[in-house]
């Protein structure tokens, strides 16, 4: 069964993917940008530093591992993906 979410008609996500998206705190300065660019809110900040809330809406769209200047995030696409899918493509 996809779960939806009503911040965003015409997205759906099948299955339980895990941890694909891990944060190196040693590595985290907390500079947010991470937070910022996330469409999933899938941070939070926690004690200055940068923490995974819920991967639950992430899209896979790896902005997070991107923006992230100090290479804290780790990212791999799951096998098979999140199950993310839209409407528009
Ligand atoms: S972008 Fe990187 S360094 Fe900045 S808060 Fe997020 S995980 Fe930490
Ligand atoms: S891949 Fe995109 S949606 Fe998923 S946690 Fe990173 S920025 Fe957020």
């Known amino acids: 069964m996809a779960r939806t979410s009503d911040r965003y008609p015409g997205v759906e ?25 996330c469409l999933g809110r899938c941070f939070e900040m926690e004690k200055k530093l940068a923490r995974i809330k819920s991967l639950a809406e992430c899209m896979e769209c790896a902005s997070c591992w991107y923006v992230c200047g100090e290479e804290a995030i780790s990212f791999r696409w799951p096998p098979g993906g999140t199950g993310y899918r839209s409407d528009w493509g």
């Open 13 to 37: 996500w099948i299955g339980d993917t895990g941890a694909f998206i891990t944060i190196d705190e040693n590595r985290c300065t907390g500079c947010g940008n991470c937070i910022k660019v």
